[in-house]
C-alpha cells in the first residue's frame, strides 16, 4: 500500500517538474509572467520555469515580416494613383516586453503611418516626380515608421514603393504622348538619314561629272594633238590645212562606220534628223567616194601637189528630155 502512493507521488513530482521545462525555437521569444505579471522573457534553447507559478503567455517571432500597403491618392496634378508600399518590419530582441504589451496591432500602426506619410508627400509632387522621386517617398516612409514603431519595440528594416499605377484614362494618355515622342523622334532620324543620303548621291554625281568632264576634256586635248600631227604629216606630203581636214572628217567618219559594224547585235542606225537629210547623205556619200578615190591616186602621182592646186571641173549631167 505504502509502495502505491510513493509511485503515485513520484508521478506527480516527475509530471510537475517536467511542467516547468519547456524550449523555445530559434528566432523566438517566449513572455514568462508570474501570477498574471511579468517575470521574464526567454531565448531559443531548454528553458526552466516554476510549475504552477509561472507560466508562458505568448511567444513572438523575431523573424523579418512584411506588410503590403495600397495607398490611393491624387498628386499636384491632381492624378489619381495608386502606390504599393511594402515595409519589412521585425521585433528588436531587447525590446519584446514593449512588442508584445504596448501595441495590439502592429500591422494596423503601420499601416496608419504609411497612409498619412504617402498622403502627405505625393501630393507635393506631379505624376513624373512621383516616379523620379519614389525613392524618396520611401526614404520619407521608414523615416516616419522608425520614429513611430521604435518605441513599439518594432524595428524598420526597408520600407519600398515597389508599384506606381495611375488612373487608366491617364496611363494610357502617357503610352500615346510616349508613342508619340518616338514616332517623332524616329521621323527626325529618317528625315536626317535621307538628308545624309542625298548629300551623299549629289556628291557622288558631282565628283562623276568631274571626272567625266574632265575625261572629255582630255579625250579631246588628245584628239586635237592627233589631229595637229596628222594635219602635219599632210603638210609634209603637199596636202594643205584645209584639204587634210577635209580628209581627216571623212577618214573619222568612216572608222566609226566601221566601228559600229563590228558590233553585229547592234541596233543602232545612224540617221539625220532633216526632212532632206535622206538625199543629201546619199549624195554626200556618193561625193566623199569620188573625192577620197581622187585623192588617193593624186597622193600616189609625183606631181601630187601641183594637180591639188589647180581647180577641178565637175561635169554637170544631161538633162535629158524624156
Known sequence: MVSAYFFILLFFALFIFMSGVFTVKQTTAAVIERFGKFYGVRRPGLQFKIPILDRIVGRVSLKIQQLDVIVETKTRDNVFVKLKVSVQFQILPDAVYDAFYKLENPYEQITAYVFDTVRAEVP?????DVFERKDDIAVA???ELEDAMNTYGYGIV????????????VKHAMNRINAAEREKLAAEYEGEAERIRIVAKAKAEAESKRLQGQGIADQ???IARGLEESVEVLNRVGINSQEASALI???QHYDTLQSMSQHTNSNLILMPNAPSAGPDMLSQMVTSFA???KVGELLKSPDAKLQLDQPQKVKAPVKREG
Open 249 to 251: 572628217v571623212v577618214t
Open 141 to 143: 516612409i521608414r523615416r
Open 291 to 293: 573625192a577620197s578615190q
Open 158 to 169: 526597408k520600407a519600398l514603393v515597389t508599384d506606381i499605377d495611375p488612373d487608366h484614362a
Open 124 to 128: 507635393k509632387l506631379k505624376l513624373d
Open 220 to 222: 579631246r586635248r588628245e
